[in-house]
Each structure stands twice: as structure tokens, then as C-alpha cells.
């Protein structure tokens, strides 16, 4: 069964959420002793593998399927708006964007409810 755009788009995201946080993290550690490079790195190296459950789950029909993609690219964006933030802030003094990081934390909380509720709801035949 071939792969959906979709998710070869979140498997891609995932992939370079994971070699974003592995990077901030050494730059965190070796660059600007840690603070909110470091907290960036970890939401980005947490939330890097979800992005990759994401397309699997959905691939397979787990879940519901608008709820799970939902899901996926609020993870996307709240991890642009909060890692983003952090890591701007940490690196260059100046914040990504006016409430990026609260506006992007309360996109990942909501990211997470889409992703529970996916599984709650009966998926289409």
C-alpha cells in the first residue's frame, strides 16, 4: 500500500525535528550553556518521534484519520512557534515572533488532545 503525501511529509518533519534538536542540543551545550537552547531541543527531540507515530498510525488506519493529520501539523506548528521562539531568543537575543512560544506550547497541547481524540472516534470506512 503506498504511502500518502501526508504522511511522507510528517515522517520528513519528523525527521528534521529530530536533527533540529539534536543540534540545538549541542549548540545548547556547547555554545550557549544550555537555558531555553536546551529546553528546544528537548521538545523538539520528544515531539520528533511523534510525527513519525502520526504518519504510521495513520497508514495503517489508526485513528481517525482527519483528526491524526490534525494532529500532525499542529505538532508542526506549535514546535515552529515554541522551539522557534526558544531557540531564537537563546541565539540571537530577539524572539521569533510576539507569543510564539505560549501561542506555539498551546498548540502542541491541543496537537496531543487532536491526537487522543483520533483514536476515540471511529474511523470512516
Known sequence: ????????????????????GVAAAAAATH???GGSLGTAADFLLFHAPVLLAIAIADHVG????????????LV????IGF????????LTGTPLFAMAAPTGGTLLM?????????????RRS
Open 62 to 73: 489508526l485513528g481517525r484519520a482527519g483528526l491524526l493529520r490534525l494532529g500532525g501539523v
Open 76 to 79: 508542526i506548528l506549535g514546535l
Open 1 to 20: 500500500m503506498p504511502i500518502s503525501l501526508i504522511d511522507r511529509l510528517f515522517i520528513i518533519l519528523g525527521a528534521v525535528a529530530g536533527l533540529a
Open 110 to 122: 491541543i496537537a496531543w488532545v487532536a491526537i487522543g481524540l483520533s483514536a476515540l472516534i471511529p
Open 83 to 90: 522551539s522557534g521562539d526558544l531557540a531564537m531568543r537563546a
Open 31 to 33: 555554545v550557549t550553556g
